[in-house]
């Protein structure tokens, strides 16, 4: 319902229904006429004052997904584990087709999350910056408000370069008809399908109805991280939804999500030459994505997305296929991943 609103509103009434669920007011009259996938910039003698600026995320972080390390089989041109075309999961930070240069700053190692009353913080460390020290891809996380598998919003930053909190490049998108994900969401569709991914603007550095909307700075000592703080108010309410992280380059496109539904696994490749039919990684490369975190419950274990729950290493009952895990307090619930095959 909440789609079929967002649609409505974008296609006619975009000015009332945006200053309707405004939570700051400093939007200039031009802002607040504006329907959002058509942002207008303000015009150039007026100064933006930001009203509501993200502090420190809290240090005790209430959830997080780890994710594969490549560097150590970097030089086998080749992922250690954790990409998985057909399911959705990406662990190739690598060049195509020859998977001789290895990004470490496209490398997520960890993602984390925490909430406070105004804000949603959530971090992405990288393995490292990039040899001449900044962060060249682009960086985001989709949320499933719904926890039905299909990503709801984007938030994403290209290039990020600012060591305090700053809205500049940071982009939150809306995935308006609701095709994202396609069927099965999260898994391969096939047939393929072709859909327009997150194809509405809310926000861009500033631009939008709340100015305020969405934020990011990065870390560049240890641990190298990318950080965002979003208005939780764009939730509406829901409190139960699932997180995933991404950074990549060029193929890190709104337009395309899901990217497995527009793709074929022939086209995108593999980063794993266990999977010899579609090794190397080809038409999807220079990308990675973490397991998405549950916020707000306690996950069964099959919501779409969350990666398989694994038993810890040395305890009976351990997949054989899964070399190592990773285990962390996901609310009051042990969670443990496998983040090696
Ligand atoms: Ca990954
Ligand atoms: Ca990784
Ligand atoms: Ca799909
Ligand atoms: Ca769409």
């Known amino acids: 319902m909440r789609k079929f609103i967002f649609s409505i509103l974008f ?8 200053s309707a669920c405004a939570s700051g007011d400093l939007a200039s009259p031009t802002l ?6 058509t942002l207008v910039p303000p015009a150039t003698d007026e100064i933006l004052v930001h009203k509501d600026i993200p502090g420190d ?5 209430s959830y997080r997904s780890g994710d594969q390390d490549s560097s150590p089989m970097a030089d086998k ?24 240069v290895y990004f470490p700053d496209l490398d997520i190692q960890d993602t984390w999350l925490v909430e406070d009353e105004m804000w949603l913080y959530a971090g992405l460390i990288l393995k490292s910056t990039s040899d001449d020290g900044f962060l060249r891809g682009k960086y985001g996380f989709e949320i499933d408000s719904n926890v039905d598998g299909g990503g709801d919003w ?9 060591l305090e909190w700053s809205t500049s490049g940071v982009r939150v998108l809306f995935d308006a008809n609701d095709d994202v994900g396609g069927l099965p969401p999260v898994d391969a569709d096939s ?17 939008g109805d709340d100015p305020d909307l969405a934020w990011s700075m990065v870390i560049l000592q240890e641990p190298v991280t990318v950080q965002f703080a979003l208005k939780r108010s764009i939730l509406e309410g829901d409190d139960q939804y699932m997180i995933g992280m991404w950074a990549g380059t060029d193929d890190f496109d709104p337009s395309l999500f899901d990217l497995n539904d527009h793709y074929s696994h022939e086209q995108a490749g593999a980063a794993s030459p266990d999977f010899e039919y579609f090794y190397p990684i080809k038409a999807l490369s220079e990308l990675d994505n973490a397991c998405r975190i549950p916020i707000g419950f306690q996950p069964v274990g099959s919501e779409p997305g969350l990666c398989p729950v694994a038993i810890p290493k040395n305890e009976p009952g351990e997949p054989a296929s899964c070399k190592q895990t990773s285990c962390y307090t996901v609310g009051n619930q042990r969670i443990c991943i496998c983040t090696g095959y």
Do not use: C, H, W
């Open 32 to 37: 607040m006429a504006v329907i959002p996938a």
């Open 57 to 61: 995320s809290p240090a005790d972080v």
């Open 11 to 18: 296609i006619g009434i975009g000015v009332i229904g945006f």
């Open 77 to 100: 041109k080749r992922a250690p584990g954790g990409d998985r075309f057909t399911f959705g999961r990406f662990e190739r930070p690598f060049n195509a087709d020859a998977m001789d």
């Open 191 to 207: 047939p393929q399908t072709t859909g327009d991914g997150y194809e509405t603007v809310l926000f861009d550095s500033d631009q």
């Open 154 to 162: 984007l938030v994403l930053v290209d290039q990020p370069d600012s």
